[in-house]
């Protein structure tokens, strides 16, 4: 039975809980499960904390596992990253008060609050930087004001967080992050590992694709096959009126409305667009 650990709060976990459901898993899981036994599809789930999932995957004590990139590397963890999966974005910067550090390079010496010492210390490690952490466990926006650190590092979205506590921005990000599956470093191929990213790279791919059914004249076929080509090749069929052709293609859900209407221009009629709940490419 394949073992996965998925996040049971924070900004990953509804994320995950919906891609999962949309792979066919989950669809009778309670939302306070601690351990949802999957028999159809031989899985077993394990809601934990984020920040503890890479540790049971890099130990071997489950299969796979959801998290972020950050709590990935934060950990040290001997796991990987295996898919990206688009969601939960973020990303982790240096801020101090305004004025005060123009770039990394000035926060030598000084005194740096996080709740990601692992990736801190590696980045300062990586630029040459002599600064001492202080590790929180959250609302690090706060050391500064009460004069636990000078600058803080942490996982930002907006940054208005960081603004509203009178502190700036320094430098680019440290790391940008989102949702990973993640695989213990080394583990053996499984086929139901296979199976379970077969899944999800299907939902990310209806996620971003859409169906466009539409008719076109014979003179106008090739331009329109050339505006929606498809994933291997768009299917195309004869109508009644041997003048015209029907065309079926996947394009990409961002782009739809300008191809509908480049089609349109073209001389394109009967344009539909239609979801795609599942796939397999």
């Known amino acids: 039975m394949l073992r996965v650990a998925v996040p049971n709060k924070g900004q990953l976990a509804e994320p995950a809980r919906s891609m999962l459901m949309e792979a066919g898993y989950l669809r009778s899981a309670s939302t306070r499960e601690l351990v949802v036994q999957d028999p159809e599809n031989d899985v077993e789930f394990f809601f934990l904390r984020p920040r503890d999932i890479a540790i049971y995957v890099g130990e071997g004590t489950l299969d796979v596992g959801i998290t972020g990139r950050d709590m990935l590397l934060d950990s040290r963890a001997k796991a990987d990253e295996v898919v990206p999966l688009g969601f939960a974005p973020s990303t982790f910067r240096l801020a101090a008060p305004k ?46 004001a009460l004069g636990v650190a000078d600058a803080v590092a942490d996982v930002v979205a907006t940054g208005t967080t960081l603004r509203k506590a009178g502190l700036e921005l320094v430098g680019d990000p440290i790391l940008v992050s989102e949702a990973l599956v993640i695989r213990r470093t080394g583990a053996p191929e499984m086929p139901a590992v296979e199976t379970f990213l077969r899944r999800l790279h299907s939902v990310m791919v209806a996620r971003s694709y859409v169906l466009v059914d539409y ?40 782009d739809v409305h300008r191809i509908m209407d480049e089609l349109y221009e073209l001389g394109a009629r009967g344009i539909l667009v239609t979801d795609i709940h599942a796939c397999r490419l």
């Open 99 to 144: 004025g005060r550090v123009a770039t990394p390079a000035d926060l030598a010496g000084l005194t740096i609050a996080t709740s990601y010492a692992g990736v801190l210390e590696d980045f300062l490690e990586r630029e040459g930087i002599s600064a001492r952490v202080v590790n929180l466990d959250g609302a690090v926006e706060n050391a500064v």
């Open 215 to 254: 008719d076109i004249r014979i003179e106008h076929l090739d331009r329109a096959c050339e505006m929606t080509p498809g994933i291997e090749s768009p299917t195309i069929s004869a109508l009644q009126d041997p003048a015209w052709s029907a065309v079926r293609a996947m394009v990409p859900a961002a």
